[in-house]
């Protein structure tokens, strides 16, 4: 194998539970859940009415006030945790830079600004339709601006897979360094929906927890007593680098990139397959990209959404892969404390394996506290589990059974 | 208050500057520049930077404040303040 090898060096991250990832790590650790009742828009007549809401999110200190008012809440985010990532990164891009790229995951772009047009339209027909609409509203708009932003000219590409985007995006970052197209790749994911008419299509789909009083104890991954996703909101982006590069700059090494896999389930479009076959090739694929064997794991960030369906299956995709190992191996997910941030999730995943190899900390499943006959793995309840990490993989799986799975590599382990 | 007028080959036309105030605040607002630089002569893209989404924005804003409906043989017309001006004091009251 002479792959050229791919290091994140940098990472920014503007989420529930706090904007700059080691706001949003702290909180993760603490298990101070980012999910409170939503402020966005009025809840009355909604299944669920709550979510993980950014709220410390200063746009003013990443945008001017132009382009603050010409640009959605996704594409805000996505270029204040780019900003935070690159600052990170200690990495000052040259202008017009060859070899750096963007890759961005997400999964419905502007939709809360359409949703303002068709009202603008309802009440006075086509003219009240703003020409800014459509590059508003298309998801590559994130990293259109960030390219812009900051001179880049390499491709730039945006993956909409729904909720696993970002693991897409990074993994395709990886492929561009491998293949030498690019030194340097600005990836992640970014999404913001909390918007009358499309958080209701999800409310519609009855998904989403209903546990409107207790929104911290709402999202329960992997629980007997889980009753569906909480939605959240935010970017998290990365700075991946090809090894040499950031060695003779003497970036910051926080963990390697080692494997991407990827599948695709046959079931329907919102359901995984029960029997975890497909979620079990994506991790499958990863591990062979990676060149490391099931029994190298020790940590899995799961999708973990906290539906019957997607905890179910994703256990049984495990225990597919893993054999044996499936019960000696740690499993959680944080989407208790950040909300399920659909096109960053995959994203939100990396960062926690990058800082439980880092740290050597894996981060509970908050609320995780009766355990499910069908989900029988160790979910890490309480506090963080202190465990050497040296293999880390992130799932993210999505509806349109589309699953992406990213292995994490110690910088230790690399060597 | 004392009606705006336009310098050049309108220099003697006068301008209203009603209509002239509210131009200036459209563009203004869609280019978050200060009302003060924006004057008759100032041509949208080369003087203040406008791009072509900020000359579609602007307008839409114009027909927003005016209520006008400007088509697309005019819209092409309009590279300066001064032709907006103009074009929104032509058609406005028709």
Redesign the interface.
């Known amino acids: 194998m002479n792959l050229r090898r791919s290091f994140i060096t940098g990472i920014g991250a503007v989420t529930p539970a706090g904007t700059g990832w080691e706001k949003t790590w702290q909180a993760v650790l603490d298990g101070h859940s980012g999910i409170r009742p939503i402020s966005s828009f009025p809840t009355q007549g909604y299944r669920t009415t709550i979510a993980g809401e950014v709220s410390d999110f200063d746009a003013s200190q990443f945008i001017?006030?132009?382009l603050r008012?010409?640009s959605e809440r996704f594409t805000q985010f996505a270029i204040g945790a780019t900003r935070l990532a690159l600052e990170d990164s200690r990495l000052t891009l040259k202008k017009s830079e060859a070899g750096t790229g963007v890759v961005v995951g997400c999964g419905m772009g502007g939709l809360p600004f359409f949703e303002i047009q068709a009202g603008a339209y309802a009440k006075r027909g086509p003219?009240a339709i703003?020409?800014?609409s459509v590059?508003r509203v298309m998801p590559n708009v994130a990293g259109a601006q960030i390219a812009t932003l900051w001179g880049v000219r390499g491709p730039n590409l945006t993956v909409s897979t729904a909720c696993s985007s970002s693991n897409h995006s990074v993994g395709w970052a990886l492929e561009l360094i491998r293949s030498g197209r690019c030194q340097i790749v600005i990836c992640g994911g970014t999404e913001s929906l909390l918007s009358p008419i499309t958080f209701g299509a999800f409310d519609s789909l009855r998904v989403m927890s209903n546990r409107n009083a207790t929104p911290k104890k709402a999202c329960r991954p992997f629980d007997k007593d889980r009753d569906g996703f909480v939605m959240g909101e935010g970017a998290v982006m990365f700075i991946l680098e090809e090894l040499e590069h950031a060695r003779a700059r003497k970036a910051p090494l926080y963990a390697e990139v080692a494997g991407y896999g990827s599948s695709n389930g046959r079931s329907n479009m919102l359901a995984p397959e029960s029997d975890g076959r497909d979620a079990s090739e994506s991790m499958e694929a990863a591990l062979r990209d990676a060149g490391v064997k099931p029994e190298d794991v020790d940590y899995i960030h799961a999708h973990g959404t906290a539906t019957q369906m997607n905890d179910e299956a994703e256990c049984r995709a495990i225990h597919r892969t893993f054999k044996a190992h499936a019960k000696k191996l740690v499993v959680s997910s944080t989407k208790p404390v950040t909300g399920h941030m659909l096109g960053a999730a995959g994203a939100m995943g990396i960062l926690a394996c990058v800082q439980a190899a880092q740290t050597g900390k894996v981060p509970a499943t908050l609320n995780y506290e009766t355990p499910d006959p069908a989900c029988d793995l160790d979910f890490v309840s309480g506090r963080p589990r202190p465990r050497s990490v040296r293999v880390a993989l992130s799932n993210a799986f999505a509806f349109g059974s589309n699953n992406a799975t990213i292995v994490v590599k110690r910088k230790e382990e690399s060597w | 208050m004392k009606p705006a007028k336009a310098k050049g080959k309108d220099k003697n036309k006068k301008v209203d500057p009603e209509i002239f105030r509210t131009v200036q605040r459209v563009i203004a607002h869609q280019?978050?520049s200060e009302p003060q630089r924006i004057t008759l002569e100032s041509h949208l893209q080369n003087d203040l930077g406008a791009d072509s989404?900020d000359a579609?924005?602007i307008?839409?804003g114009l027909?927003e404040a005016f209520g006008l409906?400007v088509p697309e043989e005019d819209a092409r017309r309009i590279a300066t303040v001064e032709d907006a001006v103009r074009y929104v004091t032509e058609n406005v009251k028709k």
């Open positions: 001017d006030e132009k008012d010409n003219g703003r020409p800014s590059p | 280019l978050k989404l579609m924005e307008l839409f027909e409906k």
